[in-house]
């Protein structure tokens, strides 16, 4: 694997890892938004009994399935930042699968009595809550599919990508010189 020349590598194109990013984003949105349909704002952290599906819910966690989905609709712009993304998903949605598998009582004691559920947890939620950051994890290590380069033009593979150069020119130029052609660097 060649070196890269100068910091970091940048990747062309919509990148698979942007597009599930984005869905991932996209559906917890439209999870959150339906959710406070159904829940309205009243008895905000409460344990109201509303269920989406079989998914507990109250306006605190319809409010952070929003923000997680926009979340991930902003950070799918780049496929850096869908990465970070998957990232943050594993590690919050693993926190709150603890939590919930506290909440609900699979652990023998239970860390947690003294703050309640404020998210109205249940165990359909914890499963959601695995899945996800299971999902976070595939995205935070989703591989590259299109050509990456360096901003300075090289690809990974350490060829120039908008000039070609004849690999017996390459061989020619002693080591640490530039090669000049038509006065632009190379």
């Known amino acids: 694997m060649a070196r890269l020349k100068e910091g970091r590598?940048?990747?062309?194109?919509?990148q698979p890892v942007q597009m599930l990013a984005a869905l991932v984003g996209l559906v917890y949105l439209a999870?959150?938004?339906i959710g406070l349909i159904v829940t309205?704002?009243?008895?905000?952290?409460?344990?109201t009994g509303s269920t989406l599906w079989v998914f507990a819910v109250n306006p605190l966690h319809n409010i952070i399935h929003i923000v997680v989905g926009v979340l991930g609709v902003l950070m799918a712009v780049k496929s850096s930042g869908a990465r970070t993304y998957g990232w943050?998903?594993?590690?919050?949605?693993?926190?709150?699968?603890?939590?919930?598998l506290a909440v609900t009582g699979v652990f023998a004691t239970n860390p947690v009595s003294g703050l309640g559920n404020p998210l109205?947890?249940?165990?359909?939620?914890?499963?959601?809550?695995?899945?996800?950051?299971?999902l976070g994890l595939i995205i935070a290590v989703m591989p590259a599919r299109k050509a990456a380069g360096t901003p300075g033009g090289t690809s990974d593979a350490g060829d120039r990508m908008h000039t070609a150069r004849a690999p017996a020119e390459e061989s020619r130029?002693?080591?640490?010189?530039?090669?000049?052609?038509?006065?632009?660097?190379h």
């Open 40 to 47: 309205g704002f009243g008895d905000f952290a409460g344990s």
């Open 9 to 14: 590598t940048q990747v062309s194109g919509l």
């Open 88 to 100: 943050l998903l594993l590690v919050a949605f693993g926190v709150l699968l603890l939590w919930g």
């Open 31 to 33: 999870f959150g938004i």
């Open 120 to 134: 109205a947890l249940n165990a359909a939620d914890n499963w959601l809550h695995l899945g996800t950051a299971l």
């Open 173 to 185: 130029q002693p080591r640490g010189r530039k090669l000049w052609r038509r006065g632009t660097a």
